[in-house]
């Protein structure tokens, strides 16, 4: 776009707001709203067909009658406006606290526990004894066999090829340890 464009196009924007901000300005709260004028026929010159000339308004400013208007000056757009006042409440209308009885509300179900130990690694005899696992409990590396009674409260049940199974004497709780073999 051409330098002499730009400014032939920021001239009309100046000119269109200039002429706006002058039309609302004059507008008071007295304006009258007039229909626009419209042609009953379109016009023709010569013979030649033009297309109809567009509405002409008369009017269009509208008196401002919002709440929030009242405050602002007609002349100056930027003026402060305040909110409308709340209406004023009844008399002898208090607000009271509701005193209802609150909803049941189920306690939510304690977490399944979970295993203290990890996994390290097997053992077993060549003699076809029990195999024993190498378990680690926080620092502590614990060795177990099937049905010894462990550090933390477990006992371990079953040693199976991908699994552990533990149970927990006092609530007979049953929880199996994967075996990850990398």
């Known amino acids: 776009m051409s330098p ?3 400014g032939l196009l920021g001239a009309v924007a100046l000119l269109s707001l200039i002429a706006t ?30 297309p109809p ?14 709440a ?9 757009p930027f003026a402060a406006r305040t909110p409308p006042r709340p209406a004023p409440r009844p008399v002898g209308v208090a607000d009271k606290p509701f005193v209802g009885p609150l ?13 203290p130990y990890r996994f390290l690694g097997q053992w077993a005899e060549r003699d076809g004894s029990q195999p024993k ?9 614990l060795m177990a066999a099937p ?19 533990f149970v927990r004497p006092s609530d007979q709780t049953v929880l199996t ?6």
Do not use: H, M
């Not at 696992?133 to 590396?141: I, K, T």
């Not at 049905?147 to 199974?165: F, N, P, T, V, Y």
């Open 103 to 115: 909803p049941e509300v189920a306690p939510a179900p304690p977490p399944p526990p979970q295993l």
């Open 68 to 76: 929030w208007d009242e405050g602002a000056s007609a002349a100056d």
């Open 147 to 165: 049905g010894d009674l462990l550090e933390g409260g477990w006992r371990l049940e079953r040693i199976q090829a991908s699994e552990l199974k």
């Open 133 to 141: 696992v190498f378990l680690l409990l926080g620092e502590r590396l």
């Open 21 to 50: 901000w002058r039309l609302s300005a004059g507008a008071g709260a007295d304006a009258e709203v007039v229909a626009p004028a419209r042609r009953s026929a379109p016009a023709t010159r010569a013979g030649r067909n033009e």
């Open 53 to 66: 000339e567009a509405e002409v308004c008369v009017s269009a400013d509208l008196p401002r009658r919002s």
């Open 4 to 6: 002499r464009l730009k």
């Open 177 to 182: 340890l994967a075996i990850d073999r990398n």
